[in-house]
């Protein structure tokens, strides 16, 4: 739902004006009333200057906005727009109007940005506002695994000053227990869990099969020569035995993605996995959703887990 609606102008051009904005207005509210909805309020600016109006307002009732912090001036020559813009659409502002505005009901949706503080604020020390004390409030978190451990001075701490007194509740497909970062510790024990095998047997979702694949990987001769004549000029300093090193090593790299895998081998090719069995038979957690019988592709930045025959599953750290 847009909070408030602004044309902006170039000067110069046809209707490049503070009235050529608010005419456009006019025309949005005749020929899309929706738009007309939600906003509370309406702006108009030709990037220096800008004012500030309801909808329905005459031209002559926008008027610019004349301060920042809400107690004095702008100072004099400051851009209209950037005025009304650090003054009116301040996130603590905004987001401080829509609580006061009720008692108790009613829906905000933010992002965890809209919590950070500005440069000025940081080197002064300044902690963020108090948005509003009500013990009322529930703040519900979607990924929260990714935003709400920095308690010490980042978003999720800014967040808990700002609403001191809300209850937090979390939605997570990938929850995380390491020793910085625990959801468990952070927001206390599941209140449900629902994984995809139970999505599949609910019908929410389809099965997912892997099919034993190999996506072979070439290079026309040319390209290879290329890639020879390239190294030999970029490692032309290095003393031999280097080059000689940096040949075997990334040429060893570029026989593990193209080959297959030996006979009896537990590792997979990278592109696939080696059997054609259901993926949830291997399922092991609430995460890694996409492992599968025989072996998952390694990742360099996740576990990943690969399971024997019997579809028990053991998690390996990929190199």
């Not at 980042?154 to 000053?161: E, I, M, T, V």
């Not at 990278?270 to 998952?296: D, H, I, M, Q």
Request: aromatic share 8%.
């Amino acid at each position: 739902m847009p909070l408030a609606l602004i044309e902006l102008k170039v000067p110069g051009q046809q209707g490049g004006t503070l009235r050529g904005a608010w005419n456009h207005l006019r025309t949005y509210a005749t020929q899309i009333p929706t738009l007309q909805a939600f906003p509370a309020v309406h702006v108009i600016s030709t990037g220096t200057q800008a004012g500030m109006g309801a909808l329905g307002g005459r031209f002559e009732h926008y008027a610019p906005w004349k301060t920042i912090d809400g107690h004095r001036l702008a100072p004099t020559g400051a851009p209209e727009l950037e005025v009304l813009v650090r003054g009116v659409f301040a996130p603590a502002v905004l987001l401080r109007s829509l609580l006061a505005s009720k008692a108790s009901g009613g829906i905000v949706f933010s992002t965890m940005q809209k919590f950070g503080l500005g440069k000025e604020d940081r080197e002064a020390g300044r902690g963020f506002p108090l948005l509003s004390d009500r013990g009322n409030i529930v703040v519900i978190a979607d990924e929260a695994h990714r935003t709400q451990y920095d308690l010490i001075d980042g978003l999720a701490r800014n967040l808990r000053d700002a609403l001191p007194n809300a209850a937090f509740i979390e939605f997570t497909g990938t929850p995380i227990e390491a020793a910085d970062r625990n959801t468990r510790v952070i927001f206390g024990e599941y209140i449900d869990v629902y994984d995809l095998t139970q999505a599949v047997e609910d019908g929410a979702t389809v099965r997912v099969y892997c099919e034993a694949r190999l996506a072979k990987v070439e290079l026309p001769t040319e390209a290879r020569e290329a890639l020879d004549t390239g190294f030999e000029e970029v490692a032309e300093l290095a003393e031999t035995d280097i080059r000689e090193r940096l040949k075997t090593r990334w040429a060893g790299r570029g026989s593990r993605w193209s080959s297959e895998p030996a006979s009896g081998s537990t590792r997979s090719p990278r592109t696939s996995c080696r059997t054609g069995r259901p993926a949830e038979a291997c399922w092991p957690a609430r995460r890694w959703w996409w492992a599968c019988a025989g072996g998952l592709a390694p990742s360099s930045t996740t576990p990943s887990w690969r399971c024997d025959r019997s579809g028990t599953a053991t998690t390996t750290r990929a190199p």
